[in-house]
């Protein structure tokens, strides 16, 4: 029997123990040397086009039931690759590729054609059919990869909102909307946060689905919906049209479309700011709901002619609800003209015409600066809601402390910031200013059920419910020659139910076409939107409903 010999154990070890650290190093070499262009290229185009990101936070819309929805997350997309220095016939491949890739077989010609390019990507985002199409084809110059990147679900109408994530002189950050407002939170260091938004998934995709559809039959330039508890400041909804695709932001020629109308984009509002200048009478003492005045269809500021929409109709005693009902501009400069004009200019200041909101994303004041001039017409013209600017978000806080019991809220988006950790943040109001008393409050709210009873809001009504609004047509101004264009913009701003609002909702179409007033344009949109709401958030009637026949 043959003496075992530990020496030559040590030595298979020895030996082992060297070639795997050859294996090792061979594997190093081959990685860090031999493929050292391609993972430099590989590293270097992921820094400068792919978007890739540590994990992002993610922003959830919600539903009645708080069941999350999302509106941008991380998402696994696969792309495919070339390694040109191994590509023998660029043109061949290019035929190939083409149908596959839906893509110009010369652009693939070109890309594949680069003799010392060790990586190019040939198209992200490819489905699963692709990359097995890709794979059939055993070229060994073709490869399949992954990468994150920042995905927005489609069918939401909420591309301004949210924003997207892109890239500015610092690397990748997030741009526009609440991708970039939250940014820092997005983008944690080292415990990133998730948010959960006001934003109910359902009544933001049926106010958006509302809009389109209105804009379309009404061949406007452009409009916007939104939804707000006014109460408490929390926006429901907020859609806006045109929009752009998040997803392929980079194919956007027109960057003003980023921009959110809704906070960015001031206009004159027109006769919907007349609740506001009513508002202010009687708060004052200078009117009540039942002061007359004698309208003759129109009337005369120093030497400015202003008349009512149709100026020979509804003349003779109106009372100031009648005022609101029929949208009497003659009416709204007799209110103007019985306040003083310190106090009529401080009033719309305390309700924030000229102001930021406090909205949680990026935003424009409003502009009432011709009044400062303190000129008497300007006064008048700013009654009926022209030669004053205010953004849609705006007017909304305006008319809901007008609807709340006179007290001025802030509108917000996010209502709750959770991070990684575990830890939340939730959205905290800072403390509401009172603009009117509760007992004014309640007399223009019944003022503007009227509207909607006996105005120009009558094709709002639903039965069941008490609705208040108020509609309004404005000019658009010539900002070129001076004056003002021959196009409107129309407005219609309810709520209900009237005396308990579980909502405010702002209608706006831009140049619409068609019709002259808004009551026939906006209103029926509200009217839709409304009885959605209604049943989807299970609201009861506040009135009974009259008898079928």
């Known amino acids: 029997m043959k003496k075992y010999n530990p020496e030559n154990r040590i030595i298979v070890l020895i030996f082992a123990f060297v070639l795997l650290g050859l294996l090792i190093w061979g594997r190093f070499f ?15 185009n992921i820094n400068d086009n792919s978007g890739v990101v540590i994990p992002r936070g993610s922003i959830f819309l919600t539903d009645k039931n708080n069941l999350p929805y999302a509106a941008a997350l991380n998402k696994e997309f696969s792309f495919i690759y070339a390694v040109p220095q191994e590509v023998s016939d660029p043109t061949e491949l290019a035929k190939k590729l083409a149908p596959i890739l839906e893509l110009d077989e010369s652009v693939l010609t070109q890309k594949l054609s680069k003799k010392d390019d060790p990586y190019e990507i040939l198209k992200r985002k490819v489905s699963d059919t692709t990359v097995e199409a890709i794979k059939a084809l055993k070229e060994k110059a073709l490869g399949v990869d992954s990468e994150t990147l920042r995905y927005y679900p489609e069918g939401l109408h909420l591309s301004q909102v949210i924003g997207f994530l892109g890239f500015n002189k610092n690397g990748q950050a997030g741009q526009y909307g609440l991708e970039e407002y939250y940014d820092e939170e ?3 260091l080292f415990s990133s946060a998730d948010l959960i938004l006001t934003i109910d998934s359902a009544i933001q995709v049926k106010a958006g689905t509302l809009l389109v559809d209105a804009v379309k039959e009404w061949g406007a330039d452009s409009g916007s919906i939104i939804v707000m508890n ?18 392929s932001y980079s194919a956007v020629s027109d960057k003003n479309i980023f921009m959110n109308p809704a906070t960015l984009k001031r206009y004159e509002p027109g006769s919907v700011f007349k609740p506001l200048t009513m508002s202010i009478g009687i708060e004052t003492g200078a009117v009540t709901p039942e002061t007359e005045y004698y309208n003759t269809g129109s009337v005369k500021v120093a030497d400015r002619i202003m008349s009512n929409s149709i100026p020979d109709k509804i003349l003779g005693w109106q009372t100031m609800t009648m005022v609101l009902e029929q949208s009497l501009n003659t009416g709204a400069v007799f209110v103007q003209q019985k ?3 310190d106090v009529f200019l401080k009033y719309l200041k305390n309700f924030g015409v000229d102001s930021k909101t406090g909205i949680d994303v990026s935003e424009m004041p409003g502009d009432i600066s011709p009044l400062l001039t303190g000129r008497d017409v300007n006064f008048a013209t700013a009654s009926f809601g022209q030669g004053v600017a205010v953004t849609p978000v705006e007017l909304l806080r305006a008319l809901s402390a007008v609807t709340n019991g006179g007290k001025l809220i802030q509108p917000h988006l996010v209502s709750k910031i959770v991070f990684r950790d575990g830890n939340s ?4 109001e800072t403390s509401q200013t009172q603009i009117i008393s509760p007992e004014t409050s309640a007399k223009v709210v019944n003022m503007l059920v009227k509207v909607i009873e006996n105005g120009s809001g009558r094709r709002a009504q639903i039965k069941g419910y008490t609705i208040a609004g108020k509609t309004g047509t404005a000019q658009i101004p010539d900002l070129k020659n001076g004056g003002y264009l021959d196009e409107n913009i129309h407005t219609f701003v309810a709520f209900a139910p009237a005396y308990d609002p579980k909502f405010i909702a702002l209608i706006k179409l831009d140049s ?8 026939s344009t906006v209103v029926p949109v509200f009217k839709n939107l409304a009885q959605f709401i209604f049943s989807y958030l299970e609201i009861p009637p506040d009135k009974p409903v009259e008898q079928q026949p």
Do not use: C, W
Request: avoid cysteine; proline fraction near 8%.
């Open 339 to 341: 306040i003083p004009k």
């Open 186 to 188: 997005l983008s944690g």
């Open 30 to 44: 081959y990685l860090s040397v031999i493929l050292h262009d391609y993972y430099t290229a590989k590293a270097k």
């Open 512 to 519: 619409p076409k068609g019709s002259q007033f808004s009551e």
């Open 425 to 428: 943040r939730e959205f905290k």
């Open 230 to 247: 006014p109460k408490n400041g929390a926006l429901l909804a907020m859609a806006s049209f045109p929009e752009f695709d998040a997803n």
